[in-house]
Structures are given as C-alpha cells and as structure tokens.
C-alpha cells in the first residue's frame, strides 16, 4: 500500500516552461487536494477535488490549472511557470478528516 | 472564511521542558480542529484531531490539545519534550461542508536544546 505517490520529486523550470506533477493515490479516496508551501506561510490550498471529474478553486488558483480523470489521479498543472511559483508542492487525499499526505516536490523556477 | 493563526514562529524549548504552542481559530461553527508536524524534508503527520466531544485530546508521541471554544483555540501540549521532537508544527481547522478542505496556520518550528 504505497499511500499518496508524487512525481516527480525535484524540477528544476525556466520562466515560461510548462509542467505537470502527479499525485497518484491507492486508497480509493474521493477528496483530493494540492496544496503549496512556502516559509512562514503554511500550507495554501491551491485547488480540490471531491471526486472523480470534479475540481474546485482553493486560496490561491491562479496560474495553475488541475484535471481529475481518474479517481486516483489528481494531475496539476503549470502552463507558464514564473519564479513566485518556486515552492514545495504536496498533495493529499482523504475519505473524511484525516489527510494524507504525499512526500512533496520540490519546484524551482528560474 | 475559515483561518488559523499560530502566533509563535519560532520557540525553543530545552530537553524534558513542557511545551504549549498555541493556536487560534476563526470560523462561524463548531470546526474539525488538527495539529500536524513536518519533519525536515518530510510531508505532514497527523498527531491528532478534534471533532467533537471531550475537549483535550490525546494524540501520537505524548502530545495533547485542548479545545476551548470561549477562547477560539486549540494549543498544542507535552509534558516533557524529546530532542526529536523538533520540527515544525500546523495547525488546521477543516469543515465537511467546505468540501473537507484544510485551512493550515504558518506553522511554529520548535527547536529543542539538550
């Protein structure tokens, strides 16, 4: 049972370029979440799901987009990376109150 | 809008010291209440939660927290800390009517002196 999986693990962006980090989770879960963390911020809700097909805008949305097509995956993307994004990214997922969390990305734009 | 505020960004604590961080909410019903810590490098672990019911909960590696609705809070407490308690700690407030999502505090990173 691995959890909630992120890939990758570390990216390295220019301004400008795209990505998309993958948040696989095995638990059946219908909520998903992104979520990114900066110093002495916490954690900022950057988008949801509360099942498959759904998404919904957190605190702070803008510059990312999510898709969620499968109940397992909760896709986000970066369609124009700029430095303010450069961040540690986590996802959760969870069936009622207690998240579970992934490992983090960490992501940096230059 | 639901919100949290930790008021401690750091504190230092030396080894077999107690320990309260401290924690304030904001939200208009009676909340799901969570402390989390992180390790260096590590995502977040849940140490416990509040639901409903008794007020001091009791959560994983000895630590405890006590709702108090009058004061809009939920501080964080151990009686004796270990040196491998240091790391940062969140506290959250969630709702199952906001589609179950977290509002996480700043965090407090608690550094422990032998």
């Known amino acids: 049972n691995a959890g909630v999986t992120q890939t990758p693990k570390f990216r390295v962006l220019k301004t400008g370029q795209s990505m998309t980090l993958l948040c696989a989770q095995d638990m059946n879960h219908e909520y998903m979440y992104w979520y990114r963390q900066d110093p002495g911020m916490g954690l900022r809700l950057i988008h949801y799901s509360v099942g498959e097909g759904t998404t919904a805008k957190g605190e702070v949305p803008d510059g990312y987009n999510v898709s969620r097509l499968k109940k397992q995956n909760f896709l986000l993307g970066l369609e124009s990376a700029a430095p303010s994004q450069t961040s540690v990214y986590f996802c959760a997922s969870t069936d009622d109150e207690k998240l579970f969390f992934g490992s983090g990305t960490q992501l940096s734009v230059l | 809008a639901q919100s949290v505020t930790q008021p401690d960004i750091h504190i230092t604590v030396s080894e077999g010291a107690s320990l309260e961080l401290r924690c304030n909410y904001s939200?208009?019903?009676?909340?799901?209440l969570f402390w989390y810590v992180q390790s260096p490098g590590q995502g977040l672990q849940l140490l416990l939660k509040?639901?409903?019911?008794?007020?001091l909960v009791q959560g994983i590696k000895g630590f405890e927290a006590e709702f108090k609705r009058s004061q809009s809070s939920f501080n964080l407490r151990k009686p004796s800390v270990h040196w491998s308690d240091a790391a940062e700690y969140f506290c959250a407030v969630g709702a199952l009517e906001y589609g179950n999502k977290l509002v996480f505090g700043a965090g407090t990173i608690l550094r422990v002196k032998s």
């Open positions: 939200y208009g019903a009676t909340p799901y």
């Open positions: 509040y639901f409903s019911g008794d007020t």
